[in-house]
Nanobody, 123 residues
């Protein structure tokens, strides 16, 4: 079983933008999570195979999740980044046939996880 693979992390100054990508196929839904130092893993955005999206309240005005079915890729566009956005960003996917859309930002909804990609925002 192939795990999702993230790319696109790096260092950026406050106010800048980054675009993260994740390759993963065969999932019913996928999401992006963030693990910041001293904090729990936080769900940022999720997307279903039919294109429905949900966002966390903390970042919904600054992020956009999208998918490219032909490339088996989801992306997370992040704008107006702040120092508190620093952390490891994980892509996750699950193949559950039945699920609750309202729970898609919960880490326990996902069986497969990528290794993570570091995002550092300097002020």
């Amino acid at each position: 079983q192939v795990q999702p693979v993230e790319s696109g992390g790096g260092s950026v100054q406050s106010g800048g933008s980054l675009r993260l990508s994740c390759i993963g196929s065969g999932y019913t839904y996928m999401a992006w999570f963030r693990q910041s130092p001293g904090k729990e893993r936080e769900g940022l955005a999720a997307i279903t195979e039919d294109g429905r999206k949900t966002y966390s309240n903390s970042m919904k005005d600054r992020i956009t999740i999208s998918q490219d079915d032909a490339q088996n890729t989801i992306t997370l566009q992040m704008n107006s980044l702040k120092s508190e956005d620093t952390g490891i960003y994980f892509c996750a996917g699950d193949r559950a046939k039945y699920y609750s859309f309202d729970y898609l930002l919960r880490p326990e909804m996902y069986a497969d996880w990528g290794q993570g990609t570091q995002v550092t925002v300097s002020s």
